[in-house]
């Protein structure tokens, strides 16, 4: 994606309250001047939004829709559309539905009692490549043991280098970030399963955790920042 394309990226907004929408659109658009700013009220909607615009750069979900359960509705999106990023927007900030949108693909998890600014910033971080778990969430799971960084570099967030990750594997861990199934990562970065396979086994030893969900709370509590991989290159004629 180039920059011109970021700027004026697609973001998807999944929510029944037109005045979450309204707000949200503001904020948004605070980022992303030019950002093209959609929305859907209902599961069947969203569907179809989704369906019709693969070019989504961004979708933000909110788990409480009036027609479907919201993990529900995360799941068939997840499936459905393995390539779109998406957020989830929720009026609760339990630490169980945290874990559970994560494990359902989400690449973090927005609180809709946030402030507008911090609102902004946790939609920076994600679009940066992070990942954004409500501070109190993230401060009641255990800290999983993490390998130091130089002593260079404690003062700032550790880079992948930092931790023994290559380029590759940060690519990886980027697209796992945004809730990427092993075969859409290997669509993305052209590779086959048993190197995507290795890459994420290699990523849970760096970063000391056993699943994928444990990885989302590791990389943001760190503050990790991760590549924005590139996009695949399409055959010349």
Same mark, same amino acid.
């Given at each position: ?82 390539? +779109? !990023?998406?957020? @989830? =927007?929720? &009026? ?6 945290? $874990?559970?949108?994560?494990? *359902?693909? /989400? ?25 954004? +778990? !409500?501070?109190? @969430? =993230?401060? &009641? ?6 390998? $130091?960084?130089?002593?260079? *570099?404690? /003062? ?45 086994? *290699? ?35």
């Amino acid at each position: 994606m180039s920059a011109t394309e970021f700027l004026a990226m697609k973001i998807f907004i999944i929510d029944d309250h037109p005045l979450i929408v309204e707000g949200l659109t503001g904020a948004l658009h605070e980022l992303l001047p030019a950002a093209q700013v959609l929305a859907a009220d209902a599961a069947a909607a969203a569907m179809q939004v989704l369906d019709q615009n693969p070019d989504i750069g961004l979708t933000l979900l909110d788990l409480n829709l009036p027609d479907i359960e919201g993990m529900t509705l995360l799941a068939r999106v997840r499936e459905q559309h393995p390539d +779109i !990023p998406l957020v @989830v =927007l929720s &009026a609760t900030d339990r630490a169980d539905v945290v $874990r559970a949108a994560l494990d *359902a693909g /989400a690449m973090g998890f927005i609180s809709k009692r946030s402030p507008t600014a911090v609102l902004v910033g946790a939609l920076q971080l994600v679009l940066a490549g992070g990942v954004y +778990i !409500p501070p109190q @969430v =993230l401060a &009641a799971e255990p800290d999983p043991p993490s390998p $130091r960084p130089p002593a260079a *570099a404690q /003062a700032r967030p550790p880079t992948p280098r930092d931790l023994g990750i290559t380029d590759r594997q940060a690519e990886v861990l980027a697209l796992v970030v945004e809730g990427k199934s092993n075969k859409a990562i290997c669509r993305r970065l052209q590779i086959s399963e048993g190197t995507c396979k290795s890459h994420i086994s *290699a990523l849970l030893r760096a970063l000391h955790v056993n699943n994928r969900t444990q990885a989302l709370f590791a990389i943001s509590s760190m503050g990790l920042q991760l590549p924005r991989p590139a996009e695949p290159m399409k055959p010349s004629y």
